[in-house]
């Protein structure tokens, strides 16, 4: 329907339509937001051996969050004197965009997607990229040593782990034959690339991790040494633009994740084909998901030194060894 | 002209990347600066999209705004430039001269573009880009490809050496 509407001429009607579609992603988005982070807390409470949110709407605490957004909203906004005022402003905005423009080429299900780039893949890397701006700038903008720190650790670490990543997704790459994210899911109708490619998808796992700077790679707001990292001086709304893109690409790492390696929208075995396919993609999604969580609530925080060698020194080797046995794979049984 | 999509996207980024470019130029801070060179470089990426050149506009954004920029703020940041705000003003009359260069090099280049002889090659680059363009460069280009891996490696080679021999000059001091 998507592609139809996009090549049909411009008008006020398809602009609306647009606006409205984009607009009712975004409220799914903060949606998934809102109780991820009540799902998050609830998890780690659990693991921890105790309730998590328990007060705020029901045994559940499922109005937690929501309240927790609203304290944010009516919160007083601060700009240090000293901060550089337009950039300040700017850098969450220049953080959260990328993580919604991302959104767009995610194959949710056959029909439900936005955007159904050639270079699918390479567009949610050169974007996701981008975030790094937002973070960096809003890190010096504060006039503020440890959100400087902070900015400088997670530019660091985002670039260093960035290239395992793309390394570790070449092996897909290789085997579907495309970047197009479609193609690549129906190139898993015979096997999840997680099955035909596990030492890349254990590189990609970590590497995402790394990438949304979630445990055991959160360096850059460390809190007992950074305060909060590039976010100190952050207050109210403009402090909730930054946690809201990290929560919307722990959305869009899951999806991802899930359309690489498990096989999107496809049902695991031929006589489950009777269950929708968006069913298949949300169990998937919401186990990567709950993986996440997990790792969240199990590791301690890596030490900076080691962080970079990790990258550098174990994750990429074993990408490139993992592309080039991917390739005589290839060359020897396709 | 009809007016489509494609003109209203097109003015948008292309006016977002002069202003760009011209906010480099006129602004004080060097961070600002940037910031304005990555608006132009992504503007310069949409504008690759519309010519439907979706891998080199998604390498653009990955290397130009992504890689080379962040490296261009890293040093920045972390050396503290000092804010040479003072401008040389100059007289009148360089200024009509300024004047009368630029309208005549916007002259020169309207009429070198405007007759510039285009031949319109027939070519599918746009439907499959990204592996039209790989198969360009594994058969037709494939010893400039190589050419310049060893170039690029012989770089990194060097860069790692320049930064060895620091490290070792510091350790004797």
Redesign the interface.
């Known amino acids: 329907m998507i592609q139809d509407m996009l090549q049909s001429s411009p008008g006020l009607g398809n602009f609306v339509i647009f606006f409205i579609l984009g607009l009712v992603l975004l409220l799914i988005v903060l949606g998934f937001v809102t109780f991820s982070i009540l799902a998050e807390r609830k998890v780690m409470g659990y693991i921890q051996l105790r309730h998590g949110p328990n007060q705020v709407g029901g045994r559940w605490g499922l109005l937690q969050t929501v309240a927790d957004v609203l304290k944010l909203l009516l919160k007083e906004d601060i700009i240090p004197k000293l901060a550089d005022r337009p950039l300040f402003i700017l850098a969450p905005i220049i953080a959260f965009a990328p993580s919604f423009m991302v959104l767009a080429t995610i194959p949710f299900t056959e029909n439900f997607q936005f955007a159904d780039l050639n270079v699918g893949l390479l567009y949610y890397v050169a974007i996701s990229g981008m975030t790094v701006f937002g973070v960096l700038l809003g890190g010096w903008a504060s006039n503020n040593k440890y959100s400087l720190l902070g900015g400088a650790r997670a530019t660091a670490q985002m670039i260093s782990y960035e290239i395992p990543l793309v390394m570790s997704v070449l092996g897909v790459i290789l085997l579907s034959g495309s970047l197009n994210l479609n193609e690549i899911v129906e190139a898993q109708k015979n096997g999840w690339f997680i099955l035909l490619q596990p030492i890349g998808f254990i590189v990609f796992f970590i590497a995402s991790v790394a990438e949304l700077s979630r445990t055991p790679f959160d360096l850059p707001e460390s809190e007992s040494e950074l305060v909060a990292g590039y976010h100190t001086e952050y207050t109210g709304f403009r402090w909730a633009f930054f946690m809201l893109a990290e929560y919307v690409y722990l959305f869009a790492m899951s999806a991802l994740i899930t359309v690489l390696f498990l096989g999107g929208w496809m049902a695991p075995f031929g006589f489950l084909d009777f269950i929708p396919g968006s069913v298949w993609f949300s169990i998937k999604f919401f186990f990567v998901l709950f993986v996440y969580l997990w790792l969240r609530s199990t590791f301690p925080r890596m030490r900076a030194d080691k962080l970079m060698e990790f990258a550098w020194k174990v994750l990429l080797p074993i990408a490139l060894g993992n592309i080039f046995l991917t390739a005589l794979i290839k060359s020897l049984f396709f | 002209m009809t007016i489509?999509?494609e003109f209203?996207a097109f003015m948008g980024l292309a006016l977002v990347a002069i202003i760009g470019g011209v906010l480099l130029l006129n602004l004080n801070?060097v961070?600002?600066m940037v910031?304005a060179l990555?608006f132009t470089f992504?503007s310069i990426a949409g504008i690759y999209i519309l010519l439907s050149a979706?891998?080199v506009?998604?390498?653009q954004?990955?290397i130009y705004?992504?890689?080379i920029?962040?490296i261009m703020?890293?040093g920045i940041?972390?050396t503290k430039p000092y804010d040479d705000e003072s401008e040389s003003k100059g007289g009148k009359w360089k200024k009509i001269l300024l004047f009368l260069g630029v309208i005549g090099f916007a002259f020169a280049v309207y009429v070198g573009i405007y007759n510039f002889p285009i031949e319109q090659v027939p070519s599918a680059l746009h439907e499959?880009?990204?592996m039209e363009i790989g198969k360009a460069i594994y058969t037709k280009f494939i010893i400039p490809f190589e050419l310049v891996s060893v170039l690029l490696l012989a770089a990194l080679v060097g860069a790692i050496i320049l930064a060895k021999r620091e490290d070792k000059e510091a350790d004797k001091e």
Do not use: D, R
């Open positions: 489509s999509g209203f801070k961070v600002h910031v990555i992504v979706e891998f506009a998604a390498v954004i990955l705004s992504g890689a920029t962040i703020l890293f940041m972390l499959n880009n990204t």
